[in-house]
């Protein structure tokens, strides 16, 4: 079993800090606070061979593509390894939904990432998405019943709970 130092136990919350704001934020389509999460030189990849560079065209990508588009984002029990001082790694079993309108997805899989930390904040600086498995569901189509709630909904629950900063 590893023995972790207090600044080691720090680091991986810090880290899990920022993956359940990344879920939060792209979830609740605040884009300016999201793309924070992100270091300038960020690379984004695919097992399909989508690639972006840099975190402004990354943003701008999702934003574009799921802007208006309900998501969820689910992370589960992370692999995080911490490299230095400054550099970490971590492995998240994921589940996401996105409601295109015409064919929502369900996806299965894994995010790949690495850290750095810049000043007093740790940033994702890569991300390999490698997914498992995508359903296509038929959502209301298909006669399931979907509530969606407005994202407002979120954003007001979370500014009401006190020292809770996104």
């Known amino acids: 079993m590893t023995a972790y130092t207090a600044e080691q136990l720090s680091t991986l919350e810090a880290l899990r800090q920022v993956k359940a704001r990344y879920s939060y934020l792209l979830d609740t389509k605040q884009w300016d606070d999201w793309a924070q999460l992100f270091t300038e030189d960020f690379r984004w990849a695919t097992e399909g061979g989508m690639a ?6 990354f943003v ?5 593509a799921v802007g208006t588009v309900p998501t969820v984002h689910q992370f589960h029990a992370p692999v995080l390894e911490v ?20 064919t929502p997805i369900q996806g299965y899989g894994y ?3 690495t850290y750095r930390l810049e000043g007093d904040a740790w940033r994702l600086s890569t991300q390999f998405l490698s997914r498992l498995r995508t359903d296509v569901v038929g959502g209301l ?6 509530v969606l709630s407005p994202v407002e909904v979120a954003r007001e629950a979370t500014a009401a709970l006190p020292g809770l900063a996104t």
């Open 111 to 113: 995010y790949h990432e």
């Open 52 to 57: 972006v560079e840099g975190r402004g065209p």
């Open 83 to 102: 490299l230095s001082p400054t550099t970490a790694t971590g492995l998240w079993p994921m589940f996401d939904y996105v409601g295109f309108p015409e």
């Open 141 to 146: 189509a298909a006669s399931i019943q979907t």
């Open 60 to 64: 701008e990508m999702v934003r574009s």
